[in-house]
């Protein structure tokens, strides 16, 4: 298995356009590092200078202590999954997956041996001897990256490998992947544009915007720590609300003022408003929806204009308007309120984040 590492990678197009910028990061043997971002802001562009199918405009490429950026992809030795994936439709199961193996001239029962082992992770034993037309969809997505997994490349390169599956296999494709890390002890680059895969297989997350690193860190740590209110807003769902808040000092008090509301920072965000200079300021309010709740103190409470409910099960999303601003807010399945209702929530003052006007950074980590 390798470490791969990027030194200031950039790619730009012969029409000027710049779709990686500077991309510096550090990828350490047996990590499951997702890249994620919206579409368009250059995950499938990293993955495939990483595979050496696209050439790296300037910077270096680094796996295992080589420079890559001139070796062929061949010699890479790394191994790629698809969105789209293609198997030989007049082989079985078992020969699709032995395909890559027999053309590097792996022994028979060492083919054998990986294919069972492959299939045995991905449930798919009892399909060996199918022909891919008698095959859901599903398992054909199995068997591609079961074909990927048969062979011991230095690192597994997928892109959106799961977006083709509906809800259902996705979420169960989702806890297999996450085995075969584990099994295999691979080295994995995951690229998605869905946060949940993206928080639940990833031991670390690089959220990127506009060819942009925006943050590298840990699931929880892009969760509770985003760096600024693009990760904040990206990853989490539904997402967190925001909203423009004056930040006012009112006798002893640190508040922050939208419309009526008027809510009370506590003291770690009171002293650090105070001491960067954002009183008599506006900044960025951020509450996730789950950080609203029922009850609570007269000074977190805040009242919004329900316009629509989602009630699922275990809980309810309410949708509707403060001001003029979006918001949505998880509560329990007790609430009995319905659209065209006002209802008083109560913030949980611990957990908001607060973003500055023009940089759009975090201002409060905790
Ligand atoms: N051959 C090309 N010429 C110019 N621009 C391209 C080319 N291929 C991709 N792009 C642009 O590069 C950007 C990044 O694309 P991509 O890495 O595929 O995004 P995604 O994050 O959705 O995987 C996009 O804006 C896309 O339009
Ligand atoms: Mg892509």
């Known amino acids: 298995m390798a470490s791969l590492s990027f030194v200031n990678v950039c790619k730009t197009y012969k029409n000027g356009l710049t779709v990686v910028k500077d991309f510096n990061l550090d990828i350490k043997d047996r990590e499951f590092l997702i890249l994620v971002g919206p579409s368009g802001c250059g995950k499938s562009m990293t993955l495939r200078m990483i595979a050496g199918l696209e050439d790296i405009t300037s910077g270096e490429l680094w796996i295992d202590g080589q420079l890559m950026n001139m070796t062929s992809p061949q010699s890479r030795d790394l191994s790629m999954v698809f969105q789209s994936y293609a198997l030989y439709p007049h082989l079985t199961v078992y020969q699709n997956m032995a395909f890559g193996l027999k053309v590097h001239k792996v022994p028979k029962d060492e083919i054998e041996k990986r294919v069972g082992r492959a299939a045995e992770i991905l449930h798919i034993s009892h399909l060996l001897d199918r022909k891919p037309s008698a095959l859901s969809g599903g398992q054909k997505q199995r068997v591609a990256i079961g074909s990927v997994i048969v062979r011991q490349p230095k690192a597994y390169l997928m892109d959106e490998p799961l977006s083709n599956l509906d809800a259902k296999l996705r979420s169960q494709m989702r806890v297999e992947l996450a085995k075969i890390h584990r099994e295999l002890g691979a080295t994995i680059i995951y690229v998605t544009h869905d946060q949940v895969e993206a928080m639940t297989l990833g031991t670390r997350i690089v959220v990127m ?158």
């Open 209 to 366: 915007n506009s060819g942009v690193i925006q943050q590298a860190a840990s699931p929880n740590d892009i969760y509770e720590n985003p760096v600024n209110k693009f990760v904040a807003g990206f990853i989490g769902s539904p997402s967190m609300n925001f909203f423009p808040v004056w930040v006012a000092r009112r006798g002893e008090k640190i508040c922050l003022e939208f419309g009526k509301n008027k809510l009370i920072a506590n003291e770690i965000c009171s002293k650090r408003l105070v001491e960067d200079g954002y009183v008599g300021r506006r900044v960025y309010l951020g509450i996730r929806p789950e950080d609203f709740h029922e009850e609570g103190p007269e000074e977190q409470k805040i009242l919004f204009d329900v316009e629509m409910k989602e009630v699922l099960g275990a809980e309810i999303l309410f949708h509707g308007r403060i001001n003029r601003e979006e918001i949505c807010v998880r509560l329990s399945p007790n609430v009995k309120a319905e659209p065209g209702e006002r209802l008083p929530v109560y913030v949980d003052m611990d957990r908001i984040k607060l973003f500055d006007m023009d940089t759009e950074q975090n201002i409060i980590y905790v």
